[in-house]
T-cell receptor
Framework: GESVGLHLPTLSVQEGDNSIINCAYS??????FIWYKQESGKGPQFIID?????DKRQGQRVTVLLNKTVKHLSLQIAATQPGDSAVYFC??????????FGQGTTLQVKP | EPEVTQTPSHQVTQMGQEVILRCVPI?????FYWYRQILGQKVEFLVS????????KSEIFDDQFSVERPDGSNFTLKIRSTKLEDSAMYFC????????????FGPGTRLTVL
């Protein structure tokens, strides 16, 4: 069935360290993936996306890795800052347009 | 920078009452969506809308739910007879094209059903 999930519900890191948030998806036909950040009381905010014809994409301080062989997606945040504290969701964009979200990982950044 | 807006930010209603949640998508976008998020859970798809009709809906989107684009700017979600389990954050989203593109989310409406 359709599902996109995250491996860890909470990740706690020290300020300045790198963070890695993981995601597993089940639909091998999915061809587009997005990472969203959600701060308390706000809507999901786009971070970075990747299409299935790529295995890596970099943004400002963030990198997304896609391993289609094992249907795994990860988000790497370099030099994590207190402002990065939030819930992070991976989402699979089906060819019908809807987003299928994972459970979310809470990132806590310790000063 | 253009953004999706939603009103109200918080709606409290009695069980069995009708509620209408309002959204103004980004002006040049053509595809519109409603999602909901029960407290502490993941975001769930409700419905997608294009060209003045529903493109897809989830199992959650039963006969109690309806959507409408009454004019060129607003996109509404109506719940006819609210239930306690309808309490959630409701997010509107839009994008210029379907599939394979970022969806822009509004700040959400918190619906509390008493």
């Amino acid at each position: 069935g359709e599902s996109v999930g995250l491996h860890l519900p909470t990740l706690s890191v020290q300020e300045g360290d790198n963070s890695i948030i993981n995601c597993a998806y089940s639909n091998s036909a999915s061809d587009y993936f997005i990472w969203y950040k959600q701060e308390s009381g706000k809507g999901p905010q786009f971070i970075i996306d990747i299409r299935s014809n790529m295995d890596k994409r970099q943004g400002q301080r963030v990198t997304v890795l896609l391993n289609k062989t094992v249907k795994h997606l990860s988000l790497q945040i370099a030099a994590t800052q207190p402002g990065d504290s939030a819930v992070y969701f991976c989402a699979e964009n089906s060819n019908t347009g809807k987003l299928i979200f994972g459970q979310g990982t809470t990132l806590q950044v310790k000063p | 920078e253009p953004e999706v807006t939603q009103t109200p930010s918080h709606q409290v209603t009695q069980m069995g009452q009708e509620v209408i949640l309002r959204c103004v998508p980004i002006s040049n976008h053509l595809y519109f969506y409603w999602y909901r998020q029960i407290l502490g859970q993941k975001v769930e798809f409700l419905v997608s809308f294009y060209n003045n009709e529903i493109s897809e809906k989830s199992e959650i989107f039963d006969d109690q739910f309806s959507v409408e684009r009454p004019d060129g700017s607003n996109f509404t979600l109506k719940i006819r007879s609210t239930k306690l389990e309808d309490s959630a954050m409701y997010f509107c989203a839009s994008n210029p094209t379907s599939g394979g593109n970022e969806q822009f989310f509004g700040p959400g409406t918190r619906l509390t059903v008493l």
